[in-house]
């Protein structure tokens, strides 16, 4: 008996795991104003959405990672709901996978670094040089490879990420080929690639 209620354990656990949205769902989510509950997500919001037509005209979205430890992100978040004009992103991702997002939707952020990249190295700069910056492009920004720069994202992360970075698609409009990471437009640290994995993860996933 003892093995069977082990199993009947287990399977009612997975069933009280938080599901992704169903694309559907998510789509009609992506639309909402408010602070909506998103599927699989756990997002603390410091900045209410908007209707989705008041929001900034984005046209790119652009990944970051922080040399921070766990915290840093809600740190940041914090102090950039505090000063939306510092350094900074719209999005804070923990390594827990816990989303902040930090201002409203409306506001431009100071990151990036004027797109200065141009020579080709992991993408075409043709359609990027001085061309995908702040203006037009919402910033995610996820903490935790620290001590060492080159630690991936956590699985956490990427969970999140998976449902967030097609949650920011539907909500903007914006296409898959329009996710930038950081290193990819900008000459930035020579001893990883910031963003990279990130922004393939999101190229590749499936609606």
């Known amino acids: 008996m003892r093995p069977l209620l082990y199993s009947l354990h287990a399977a009612l656990a997975l ?22 509950d998103i599927p699989g997500l756990r997002i603390v919001w410091l900045a209410p959405w908007g209707a989705p037509e008041t929001a900034h005209p984005w046209t790119n979205i652009i990944v970051h990672q922080t040399e921070g430890p766990a915290g840093s992100a809600k740190a940041g978040a914090m102090a950039q709901a505090k000063n939306p004009k510092r350094r900074g992103v719209t999005l804070w991702v923990e390594p827990d996978g816990t989303v902040y997002w930090a201002v409203p939707e409306t506001l431009v952020t100071l990151h990036g670094d004027g797109a200065n990249r141009n020579d080709n190295r992991y993408i075409d700069n043709a359609p990027t040089y001085r061309k995908v910056v702040r203006d037009n492009s919402i910033g995610v920004e996820f903490a935790g490879n620290y001590p060492d720069v080159t630690t991936p994202a956590t699985e956490a992360q990427i969970a999140a990420w998976r449902i967030l970075s097609k949650l920011l698609r539907l909500r903007y ?24 994995a990130l922004a393939e993860l999101a190229r590749a996933a499936p609606d």
């Open 173 to 196: 409009g914006i296409p898959r080929e329009r996710i930038y990471a950081h290193n990819w437009i900008d000459y930035k640290d020579a001893r990883y690639c910031e963003g990279c």
């Open 15 to 36: 069933l009280l795991l938080p599901r992704p949205a169903a694309a559907e769902d998510l789509a009609a989510l992506a639309r909402a104003s408010g602070t909506p």
